[in-house]
């Protein structure tokens, strides 16, 4: 699968469903009909959504761990506490669970952005602080995570 694009702001109702941005849906498209997965996020308060061959991928990866080292066993279990498969339904919505809906504390302003492969699911206020917080450091951190040794690019 390509890389998803976008960042869009959209509605929770009262059940807990999204609609899924038309943009987003039409790059999803060769992977809908497979479904996907919903999960809580490691690092932050929102959800991950995951077309499911990327969550086979990554579950090809988890599967590989030692499952007689307890922090193996721990992390497997934590990393997929409250997992669900979900499809969009007939209008285009997700239908977020309401233990899902609890943990990234959404109520109904909903930020849905891609993240390379997957896309995060925030309460809208939760994101923009996300964003916030992350500017006061993100130069630093694009050196660090991004940023090459001068030595490499000597011919």
């Not at 976008?6 to 999803?28: F, H, N, V, W």
């Not at 497979?34 to 090809?60: I, S, T």
Request: with cysteine; charged share 30%.
């Amino acid at each position: 699968m390509n890389t998803l694009i976008g960042t869009y702001e959209c509605k929770a109702d009262a059940k807990g469903r999204i609609m899924m941005p038309s943009s987003l849906k039409k790059q999803l498209a060769p992977v809908m009909q497979k479904g996907f997965v919903l999960k809580r996020a490691v690092f932050q308060p929102c959800l991950e959504l995951y077309p499911h061959d990327e969550w086979e991928a990554l579950m090809n990866k988890v599967n590989k761990l030692n499952r007689f080292k307890k922090k193996n066993n721990d992390f497997i279990r934590r990393f997929t506490a409250g997992v669900k498969f979900i499809e969009l339904d007939g209008s285009s919505r997700l239908l977020v669970p309401k233990d899902l809906i609890s943990f990234a504390g959404i109520e109904k302003d909903v930020v849905v952005s891609s993240a390379v492969n997957i896309i995060e699911i925030w309460d809208k206020v939760k994101y923009e602080q996300a964003i916030d917080d992350a500017t006061v450091d993100f130069a630093d951190l694009a050196e660090e995570v991004m940023g090459q040794d001068d030595h490499d690019n000597i011919s």
